[in-house]
T-cell receptor, first 117, second 114 residues
């Protein structure tokens, strides 16, 4: 299947700092990528849809100024958690639809565990 | 009503038995259905997808789809301890665009007891 690379896998930062997470499609182009957040023992929550060359679409209740998304190329989307606070500590996961015949299938990155002290 | 519903479990199944995981969805126009497995602390990985009514088999896994009942299930035969994980049912409403969101259920936690 298609490979989606996400890094870093783990981030520990101080409250008030910003953290950038990268999501890359390695062997296919992705005009759209999705960003999810998952708290311990909870379900995946879609945060936003990242669109190459245009603004991201945010889900209700997700602050676009806090979670900045940039999708500047067909293989890279970034999520920046600005002025992170302890309540932002979570598991962040990106996904992308595979290319070609796999375009209907979502492939996930390995996830980024963010811990804000 | 949630768009995709699953029993949260935990579902406990003895090793070697068949594990049956169920999912219902509310959008009758949904076209694509997926089962993902998620181990604790890891991201989801695709197990199976199904688009047409009926059964689809892949090794020990069988996905079953009944669009009239808006019901999709996953059967795991000869359950192994390594199958212990959370299983996420996901539904994609339309074929028309690859940008369509996938709606996830909250997942069923499966535990295979030796």
């Amino acid at each position: 299947g298609a490979v989606v690379s996400q890094h870093p896998s783990r981030v520990i930062c101080k409250s008030g700092t910003s953290v950038k997470i990268e999501c890359r499609s390695l062997d296919f182009q992705a005009t759209t990528m999705f960003w999810y957040r998952q708290f311990p023992k909870k379900s995946l929550m879609l945060m936003a849809t990242s669109n190459e060359g245009s603004k991201a679409t945010y889900e209700q209740g997700v602050e676009k100024d806090k979670f900045l998304i940039n999708h500047a190329s067909l293989t890279l989307s970034t999520l920046t958690v600005t002025s992170a606070h302890p309540e932002d500590s979570s598991f962040y996961i990106c996904s992308a639809p595979g290319g070609g015949q796999a375009k209907n299938i979502q492939y996930f990155g390995a996830g980024t565990r963010l811990s804000v002290l | 009503q949630k768009e995709v519903e699953q029993n949260s479990g935990p579902l406990s199944v003895p090793e070697g038995a068949i594990a049956s995981l169920n999912c219902t969805y509310s959008d009758r126009g949904s076209q694509s259905f997926f089962w993902y497995r998620q181990y604790s602390g890891k991201s989801p990985e695709l197990i199976m997808f199904i688009y047409s009514n009926g059964d689809k088999e892949d090794g020990r896994f069988t996905a079953q789809l009944n669009k009239a009942s808006q019901y999709v299930s996953l059967l795991i035969r000869d359950s192994q301890p390594s199958d212990s994980a959370t299983y996420l049912c996901a539904v994609r409403p339309t074929f028309r665009s690859s940008a369509s969101k996938i709606i996830f259920g909250s997942g069923t936690r499966l535990s295979i007891r030796p």
